[in-house]
């Protein structure tokens, strides 16, 4: 079967992970432009532009990856370094549930910004990235863990892909403050993020990578050997060197088209894309369960005012407790 261009029901639009198929190459990967609901989410928080920015590349990277999962759950990136941006959580639920937050310190960011920073990556320091695939309370969790060296989110996921699931893949991240207008006449800034992910996944046997596992895993026991640089997966490559960040945020130019213009003379498929939402899973009864599980000593702590005062990292809502209901009668 031959497949010439791209052939799609519905373009993808915004905050849509786009999944595609190059047959041609042995490529599949998905891609994303993000408007909307990135934007709900980094005004929600109001963060410095640099922290924002670090957080819209750990949201594109959470869906690029999270939206590979063939089952009900859920994908955590979560980064714990040591520069003035301490940690970076970003969690993505199959159903297209996002939700992200930064921890960092803000007499350090705003000192790194008078000092002229160019990269935000800069302000994450050394450390870890950790991304875990949840699939519920009854199933076990799988961890992979990279080094962050002072490198950018996209690197630390190449690396990721390379030592822990042995797949070539290609990361591409963009994020762009975007000023217009709105209704009223009046500017306003907007964030708009992109990306696209380009895995190299032969059918073929006598290539050596792994069909794509559920979650990307390799499972246990079964050893994979170096992959040569196969003629595809190396043009595959240049073909996604050639994308300029503002390609990839750039509203004139959607998912399809940036597809179109890299595969075309190849023939790219893309298939049903799935819509990425801005919704927090954080509930009045999760947070009582987590209270529940408090000693007394650490309830009394967290008494403030006669009230237990709990605001959610990632989307702000405030639950407030009766301490009483979760002091052990004595
Ligand atoms: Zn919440």
């Given at each position: 079967m031959t497949e010439t261009g791209v052939q799609t029901v519905a373009p993808a639009g915004d905050d849509a992970s786009l999944p595609f198929e190059v047959a041609a190459l042995d490529v599949r990967g998905r891609a994303i432009q993000m408007g909307p609901t990135l934007d709900a989410i980094l005004s929600g928080h109001g963060y410095p532009d640099p922290v924002s920015k670090l957080l819209a590349e750990a949201l594109v990277l959470t869906v690029l990856l999270g939206a590979s999962l063939k089952f009900d759950g859920k994908f955590i990136l979560q980064t714990d370094t040591?520069?003035?941006?301490?940690m970076l959580v970003a969690d993505y639920h199959t159903d297209g549930a996002l939700r992200g937050y930064a921890r960092f310190d803000a007499d350090r960011v705003a000192s790194a910004e008078k000092e002229g920073l160019k990269d935000p990556s800069g302000l994450l320091g050394k450390g870890v990235l950790a991304m875990t695939i949840d699939q519920g309370p009854e199933m076990s969790r799988y961890q992979g863990i990279v080094p962050l060296d002072g490198g950018t989110l996209e690197e630390a996921g190449h690396v990721y892909f390379r030592q822990s699931e042995q797949i070539p893949t290609r990361i591409r991240l963009a994020v762009a403050e975007l000023h217009d207008r709105d209704e009223d006449g009046t500017m306003r800034k907007t964030w708009r993020a992109g990306g696209l992910i380009v895995q190299f996944l032969p059918q073929a046997s006598s290539r050596m990578t792994p069909a794509d596992l559920p979650g990307g895993d390799v499972p246990e026991g079964i050893e994979i050997g170096p992959v040569d640089e196969d003629d595809a997966w190396v043009e595959a490559q240049s073909l996604a060197a050639t994308i300029e960040d503002h390609e990839l945020t750039d509203p004139a130019v959607p998912s399809e088209r940036l597809l179109y213009r890299l595969f075309h003379e190849r023939g790219v498929r893309v298939f049903a894309a799935t819509p990425v939402i801005n919704r927090c899973s954080c509930s009045r009864d999760k947070v009582a369960g987590l209270l529940g599980s408090f000693s007394a000593e650490e309830i009394a702590e967290s008494i403030d005012n006669g009230e237990i005062l709990v605001t959610c990292e990632f989307c702000g809502t405030k639950y407030r407790f009766d301490p009483g209901q979760f002091t052990p009668d004595s």
């Open positions: 040591d520069g003035p941006v301490d």
